[in-house]
């Protein structure tokens, strides 16, 4: 146990109690710093304060680490599958091969969605973006599955809520794609695997046959591995505060699906993509393009770069960076994009006003670029990002949950006005 905090206010000395994690990460509990000082703190973005302990996913922003479970990304995204890794973030622990098997199989089996969601789909125009049907469609599950608004319910009826989500995300992400483009739907085929199932569901066309590229199936498998959980995000905060008010998981997941959607954190995929197009359409001139996200004045940001928390490589970057380079010679993909990124890379990384502020490539700086390589469509970015962090959000959720944790409800500092009479219209 570390020492206390001491704080002094008004004359007094007021001490707190020192938390550290496993890691020696260390916070100073406040949980009566209102009783006892008056005072609360502010903190906005969250940039300093914790919400919460967790034993989930651990990553070090100065070092440029991430492991979940103890894991790390390294080993997880070469030696792993996404579905063995859903299962180690949801429960805790690599599966045994029954568990594996028992696990997959179920999810195999709930693939399928009710047949009013077309009716739902229908009520999309085609210029919807995927995002916004996905939340929809994963909302309305509590429709279709209303004993999932019960607030108590034992682990066995949350637990078929998880198989369900983790079985329908990639049918509902296929069928706003097929939405969008006109085409008829797919539906699931039981003896795919489940990255093979959603690229077949994704670009299937009743006209001709449909055999899914190995390579590409992988590096999905291996994308959404990357993309799986990442601590106290932006989306997962918002999961685990909306499940804090006992509100269903698939509300609860839907409204982290469009947390991620702003172009600061999911979002900043696809806005990868259309800025790189742009540089490349302004005739390839990565530094104009770097000079204007250094300067003050242009709105312009770098996107890709940054993080709120890594302050080094992030090594999901690293690994997909490395990725883009085998997927695309093994599919024999040449994209201009991919040079303007490496050249862009290469100039921020020695740019002192990048090298100051430690802005380095996050995850979303090379993925859409592989994305892309598999025939992902740029506006569905977002939506692959969610596909691989469902399962984090899931464990998140469920670990908010099983903890008892209490509502979350910040408190503020109020600068408004002042109490005032109510003055009639005709004296205004
Ligand atoms: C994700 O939190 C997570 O874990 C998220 C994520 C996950 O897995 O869930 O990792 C996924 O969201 C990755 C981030 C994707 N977003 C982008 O790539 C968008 C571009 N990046 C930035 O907007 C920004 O870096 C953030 C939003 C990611 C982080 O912003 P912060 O922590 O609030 O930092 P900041 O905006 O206060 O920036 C600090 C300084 C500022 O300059 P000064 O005011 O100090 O002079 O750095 C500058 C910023 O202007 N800066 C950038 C920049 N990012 C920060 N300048 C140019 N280009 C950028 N990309």
Not at 245 to 254: R, T, V
Request: with cysteine; net charge negative; charged share 25%.
């Amino acid at each position: 146990m570390s020492e206390n905090a001491k704080l002094t206010y008004n004359g007094q000395e007021y001490e707190f109690p020192v938390i550290t994690g496993s890691e020696n990460e260390s916070a100073i509990d406040i949980a009566k710093l209102r009783g006892s000082t008056g005072l609360i703190t502010l903190d906005p973005g969250f940039k300093n304060t914790g919400s919460t302990s967790s034993a989930i996913t651990f990553l070090d922003g100065e070092e440029g680490i991430l492991r979940y479970r103890g894991y790390k990304i390294e080993d997880l995204a070469e030696k792993s599958s996404f579905l063995e890794v859903s299962y180690l973030l949801i429960y805790g622990e690599l599966p045994t091969q029954e568990q594996y098997e028992s696990f997959s199989k179920e999810i195999t089996h709930h693939t399928l969605v009710h047949e009013d969601i077309k009716k739902i789909l229908e009520g999309f125009p085609s210029n919807s973006h995927p995002m916004g049907v996905l939340s929809s469609l994963i909302c309305a599950l509590t429709a279709f599955y209303p004993d999932s608004l019960a607030p108590n319910r034992s682990e066995e009826e949350v637990n078929l809520s998880i198989i369900r989500l983790i079985a329908k995300m990639p049918t509902f992400a296929a069928w706003a794609y097929k939405n969008e483009v006109g085409h008829p739907v797919n539906y699931p085929d039981n003896r795919l695997d489940y990255c093979s199932n959603f690229l077949k569901m994704m670009f299937a066309l009743p006209a001709e046959k449909y055999d899914v590229d190995p390579v590409i199936a992988s590096a999905l498998d291996k994308l959404l591995i990357l993309h799986a959980d990442h601590e106290q995000n932006c989306s997962t905060s918002t999961v685990r505060i909306v499940g804090s008010s006992q509100a269903s998981i698939y509300a609860s997941i839907s409204a982290g699906i469009n947390a991620l959607w702003g172009p600061l954190h999911g979002g900043a995929n696809q806005s990868v993509i259309e800025m790189l197009e742009a540089i490349k359409a302004d005739g390839g001139d990565a530094k104009k393009y770097l000079d204007k996200a250094k300067d003050k004045n242009d709105p312009f940001r770098l996107m890709g770069f940054g993080h709120r928390v890594y302050k080094n490589f992030d090594p999901r970057a690293r690994i997909i960076k490395k990725a883009a380079d085998d997927v695309l010679e093994k599919l024999g993909v040449n994209d201009p994009v991919l040079d303007i990124a490496k050249e862009l890379e290469h100039s921020a990384l020695n740019d002192q006003y990048f090298i100051d502020r430690k802005l380095y490539p996050n995850v979303d700086f090379y993925s859409g670029i592989i994305y892309r390589a598999l025939g992902i469509p740029t506006d569905m970015f977002t939506v692959m990002f969610a596909l691989g962090r469902l399962p984090g959000w899931i464990a998140q959720w469920k670990e908010m949950r099983e903890n008892g944790e209490p509502i979350g409800r910040p408190r503020q500092v109020y600068v408004g006005a002042q109490e005032r009479e109510y003055v009639s219209m005709n004296r205004r």
